[in-house]
């Protein structure tokens, strides 16, 4: 293995992936509402199936796989412990039943009734449970899903992302809730950081603050359920297994993530080094979505069908109902 | 001596840290390289970089 050579496998595909995303931020910056990882998987999908990957970008747009476990690892930096302790024992609690009841829900509504496969079963879990893509992913590449699962799973989770920004707000006001209330439901109900905190602010700062707190309170739980479901799969797959065949399948990213996670909350980076460190892993993730993109193929897709959508739609309104009536109880 | 590939290349003179590098579990690289980056950032916010 020489640099030569590195530059010569590596470089070509680098360069896709580079521009892929540099296109994507401009689109995005260019239109509301667009989301730049949802326009790096949208046009590495259609460079994909119209031209293929040459076969020159073929181990560079491979290490897709490399900058989307760097990225979750960089995702530590947005776990706020303070936050978690600060959200108080009822919220903390109410957290921690819609994060663990919904994994259970979601993966026993999709397994059972809906005879979803496993992969994509876990990865709307995750999505829905706890943090929206972002989970998505980083449980994909615990599992190392497909591609194909994984860009179904984030674009299902999307999909609710938007229909809950513009439906959550108009409820909140529908239903006279005050700004606490609307807060910590939209934070324990929604999917995704952003749009949580977009709707919470939407109907008054108190209400964007308590959405914002709830909502990064319920991401610290991402850590926990990976290691989870790493356990869980691996201990599924090779039978009864041994504690060092465990730590040999284990994904040993999800152990920068956790470091990265004591780094930030120990006070050592400053808020505008937590906010760096987010955007890099935003930078990543888009780079690693070209990529994902650029390995899908239209066939793969039409396996899927539309039973996710409908998981997801049972499971949002389940939990959103119960923690609703919790917090009108409580709160 | 200097060994060559099929195809010409000088293959005699291998960069250990690249061997190194591409010889680790991916989990392991990605831990490393997303350290090395947060590593960077303090780097950076204690020299008033940024």
Redesign the interface.
Known sequence: ???S??MRTQVPGLALLSIGALIAYLISGAVDSLQPLVVSVILGFVIGNLFGIPDIAGPGVNSH??FL??G???L??AVAIGELISAGPTVLGLIVLTVGGGVLLLEGLARGLFRIDNEMSSLLAAGASICGVSAVVAIGRVLDARGATLTFAAATILIFDAITLVVFPIAGEWLNLSARQFGVWAGVSMFSTGPVAAAGFSHSPEAGQWATVTKLARNSLLGGVAVAYSVVYTTKSRGNVGVSKLWKE????????V??AV?ANSG???T??IS??NQ?SDVLFALAFVGLGLSIRVREMRRVGSAPIIVVLLHLLVVSVLTLLIIQITL | MTDRTTDGEDTSNPSLVLSYWYNLDRGWQALYLGLLITIIVLIIQFTNLY
Not at chain 1, 250 to 257: E, N, Q, Y
């Open positions: 293995m020489t640099i050579n590195v796989k490399l476990e760097t979750i690892v960089l530590g930096a284990f994904p040993k990213f999800l152990l920068g993530f470091l990265v780094i050592l980076l400053s505008t080094a760096l460190l890099i």
